[in-house]
């Protein structure tokens, strides 16, 4: 057993935690924000539609299922499903999804940590550095730095999100920088949730949990999730200003009524926008990083990483989450193996990591540049007809792929 710090607690930080706890380990959570705050200032993307593919069920119903206990009290649904995505169900055709909103499983998390003896959760700490042992490379990290003073540990886990500065503390302190991949989703995002009226039956779906998909020109998407709540996105490049008006809500219902798709579900009379405006969120990237230099030697011993500190995807594919939570058993499975030997645990968690969650990153970056070049196109010559071939052949129906982003914005002016 090792006394592990992990330094965020949001759902990657939270699921590690509950997972090392599994695995006999002491964990501290050191987390930036006050928790059950309506609003949470770190994590943009709280209130935005989510939704959680097969390793997330998998792995809490493994490790903490007294977390899906608790989203099912709270309204959410495990949807089973058939050949949702082969990629995504090891094969088997069938996979559990979670119908839930993203706030609702934090929450449920967060409490599942707190029933557990073995976790403390500090909210209000704010990890300022990292603490090192030694000076001479590789250094070895022993703790964090915070804002209450220093956490001393076997071992840390880097769970900051996005904005982490692991890079930072590291090249700060004299160590290599992690092995960086990163590339642009040239995405923004617009959405808004929806609550089905009462005795309202749902509307059509063309997949068992969402309807809609990639456009040409833009991509427009609804999911279900708790609660008769759905939600409805929309996709843009970034640098497209006239389909900047879906951040008005006039303009947003009136796109959403001219999707075939999506337009049943929307009308007044089937339900109403529970979100007072549509949600933006821009400046969304790819990226990986590993703790390993260029020749495979580990760059720092005693540091991990989970979560979107480790691995970043484009948010359609809806693959953050599971990643995160396969990545913790990944780490979970390395301190097994591995118990003392802390390079060797370094390697066997990057090898994992290129062998489970790389692909995931290649297939997500590959599908992004051959959306990014057809919108481009589409932006560019409004009447040739759409290429699709680079996107996955079950996000869009024929019938769909006709609506062209030229219509939808004649509509929008419409609406204007
Ligand atoms: C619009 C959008 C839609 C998405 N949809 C899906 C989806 O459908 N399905 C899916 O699986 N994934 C989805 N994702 C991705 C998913 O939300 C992320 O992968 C997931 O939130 C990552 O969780 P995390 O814990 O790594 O990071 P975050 O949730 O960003 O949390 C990081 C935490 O670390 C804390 N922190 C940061 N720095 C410090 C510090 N120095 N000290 C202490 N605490 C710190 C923050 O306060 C925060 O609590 C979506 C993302 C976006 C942007």
């Known amino acids: ?28 959570i050191a987390e930036r924000d006050l928790p059950d705050t309506d609003r949470r200032r770190s994590v943009p993307h709280w209130q935005h539609p989510h939704l959680f593919r ?40 069938r996979s559990t999804v979670l119908l839930v909103r993203r706030a609702v499983l934090e929450a449920a998390l967060r409490r599942a940590v707190t029933r557990r003896s073995s976790i403390t959760y500090a909210a209000g700490t704010e990890v300022s550095g990292l603490c090192f042992a030694n000076a001479v490379a ?26 982490d500065r692991t ?8 160590a290599p ?26 509307g059509p779906l063309d997949s068992p949990v969402s309807a809609g998909g990639v456009y040409d020109g833009f991509a427009g998407k609804l999911l279900l999730a708790d609660n008769n709540l759905f939600s409805v996105s929309f996709g843009v490049l970034p640098d497209d200003p006239e389909l900047k008006l879906l951040r008005e809500p006039a303009f947003f219902a009136a796109a959403a009524a001219q999707l075939p798709a999506i337009a049943a579900w929307v009308d007044p009379n089937r339900s109403r926008p529970v979100t007072d405006r549509p949600l933006a969120i821009g400046a969304l990237r790819n990226r990986l990083r590993r703790l390993v230099s260029h020749d495979g030697r580990p760059v720092v011993h005693g540091l991990h990483l ?11 594919f809806a693959l953050g989450v599971s990643l995160a939570l396969e990545q913790a058993v990944i780490i979970s499975e390395a301190l097994r193996k591995y118990p ?25 970056v590959a599908q992004d540049r051959a959306r990014t070049e057809m919108w481009r196109a589409a932006y560019a010559s ?35």
């Open 138 to 163: 590789p250094r070895r990290v022993i703790g964090v730095r915070t804002t209450r003073g220093p956490l001393l540990a076997d071992l840390v886990v880097s769970a900051g999100g996005r904005r």
């Open 382 to 416: 409004s009447g040739r007809e759409p290429d699709l071939s680079g996107i996955h052949a079950a996000t869009v129906s024929d019938l769909d792929r006709r609506l062209t982003r030229q219509q939808l914005l004649r509509e929008l002016r419409r609406a204007g």
């Open 54 to 93: 097969e390793q997330t069920h998998r792995v809490l119903e493994r490790f903490a299922p007294d977390v899906l206990a608790e989203v099912r009290a709270a309204g959410g649904e495990e949807r089973v499903v058939q050949g949702h995505r082969a990629a995504e169900d090891d094969g088997r055709r």
């Open 167 to 174: 890079s930072e503390w590291l090249l700060g302190d004299g």
């Open 1 to 28: 057993m090792s006394r592990a710090v992990i330094a965020g607690g949001s759902v990657a930080g939270l699921a590690c935690a509950l997972i090392l706890a599994a695995h006999g380990h002491e964990v501290h």
């Open 177 to 202: 920088a992690p092995w960086l991949l990163e590339t642009s989703t040239h995405l923004t995002m617009y959405s808004r949730f929806y609550r089905l009226r009462q005795d309202a039956a749902p």
């Open 340 to 364: 003392t030997d802390l390079a060797a645990q370094t390697l066997e968690v990057d090898k994992e990591v290129v062998g489970r969650i790389a692909p995931h990153f290649e297939d997500v």
């Open 306 to 316: 989970v979560g979107d500190s480790l691995c970043m995807t484009n948010q359609v």
